[in-house]
């Protein structure tokens, strides 16, 4: 059965840095490029990493382009977010998810599965 389990998200303050982990279970890992995803409150969810099978290259939105690092560990079935100068507009459920079609996107309709998530809140 394929399983997605994010953890790591929490409260930090604005300027603050969180790492989230993704443990990825269920199928080859490294057979497929991976992504993290955000949904805000009252908005619709987006992508905003991108990291293709072997880790090579990396894509992010332009609004986090710079401040985020995704990377993966293939040998350990794990995704990494690492997230430096949050800002309030970061907060939101963060997602990793699986690329549907190995494409470079970051179109949510690009993937296929994801868990449940993990609440990040950005707040002073």
């Known amino acids: 059965q394929l399983q997605l389990v994010e953890s790591g998200g929490t409260l930090v303050q604005p300027g603050g840095s969180l790492r989230l982990s993704c443990a990825v279970a269920?199928?080859?890992?490294?057979?497929?490029?991976m992504g993290w995803l955000r949904q805000a409150p009252g908005k619709e969810r987006e992508g905003v990493a991108y990291?293709?099978?072997?880790?090579?290259?990396?894509n992010y939105a332009d609004t986090v382009k710079g401040r985020f690092t995704i990377s993966r560990d293939n040998a350990n079935n794990m995704v990494v977010l690492q997230m430096n100068n949050l800002k309030p507009e970061d907060t939101g459920v963060y997602y990793c998810a699986k690329s549907l079609r190995n494409l470079w996107s970051l179109s949510v309709s690009e993937y296929d599965y994801w868990g449940q998530g993990t609440q990040v809140t950005v707040s002073s």
């Open positions: 990291i293709t099978r072997n880790g090579g290259s990396t």
């Open positions: 269920g199928f080859k890992m490294a057979n497929f490029a």
